[in-house]
């Protein structure tokens, strides 16, 4: 299995808190992705990053920013966080664009 | 853009085969198929892209027809193991250098004894 963590795993937090989710690997993959996954929804994409400092937005990108100071973390952070945000997120990498990833065990965020 | 899934669900007996179905309206450089249990992450199953390469698991198999933009995941002599969400994703031709991924919503497969 790839070696990427997540942290936490599991967080409730209330409405208007800001809140930053990690994800952190040791495949020293370029690709890196955050999605979300809703019922109904499947995964969406919210930010990616195609190297350090390098990131773009994703489809769902709203509400959402990310930052990537060093090859195996990278952090998304949700400013003011909405019951609308309430999912769970997953983070995933990548050693080429456009082939497989590798998915993190995800974090479970709960806004009240 | 998001890719259409076929069927929704299917139920199955062990040893019994299935398909399911992955339909874009975009031109596509490459599909890729995971597998997802209850509460937990996705895992890569297989990758096809354009220009006929695929890796992936050697008990499953799948096929991309570019053309239509369309993929199949033949899953055969289905296992109790095999049960869970399917999701296939797909990295746009103009995306082949981000692998953004746009998923379908997936197909729910139970395989019974």
């Known amino acids: 299995d790839a070696g990427i963590t997540q942290s936490p795993r599991h967080k409730v937090t209330e409405t208007g808190t800001p809140v930053t989710l990690r994800c952190h690997q040791t495949?020293?993959?370029?690709?890196m992705y955050w999605y979300r996954q809703d019922p109904g929804h499947g995964l969406r994409l919210i930010h990616y990053?195609?190297?350090?400092?390098?990131?773009d937005k994703g489809e769902v990108s709203d509400g959402y920013s990310v930052s990537r100071s060093k090859t195996e973390d990278f952090l998304l952070t949700l400013e003011s966080a909405t019951s609308s945000q309430t999912s769970v997120y997953f983070c995933?990498?990548?050693?080429?664009?456009?082939?497989?990833?590798?998915f993190g065990p995800g974090t479970r965020l709960t806004v009240t | 853009q998001q890719p259409v899934q076929s069927p929704q669900a299917v139920i199955l007996r062990e040893g019994e085969d299935a398909v399911i179905n992955c339909s874009s309206s975009?031109?596509?450089?490459?599909v890729h198929w995971y597998r997802q249990k209850h509460g937990e992450a996705p895992v890569f199953l297989m990758i096809?892209?354009?220009?006929?390469e695929q890796k992936g698991h050697d008990k499953i198999s799948a096929s991309f027809n570019e053309k239509k933009q369309q993929s199949s995941l033949y899953l055969t002599a289905s296992q109790l193991s095999y049960s869970g969400t399917y999701f296939c994703?797909?990295?746009?031709?103009?995306?082949?250098?981000?692998?953004?991924?746009?998923f379908g919503q997936g197909t729910t497969l139970q395989v019974k004894p």
């Open positions: 995933a990498i990548g050693g080429q664009p456009a082939y497989e990833q590798y």
């Open positions: 495949e020293n993959h370029r690709y």
């Open positions: 990053s195609y190297g350090v400092k390098d990131t």
């Open positions: 975009k031109a596509l450089y490459s």
């Open positions: 096809l892209l354009k220009g006929g």
């Open positions: 994703g797909t990295v746009l031709i103009g995306s082949s250098n981000t692998g953004k991924l746009i």
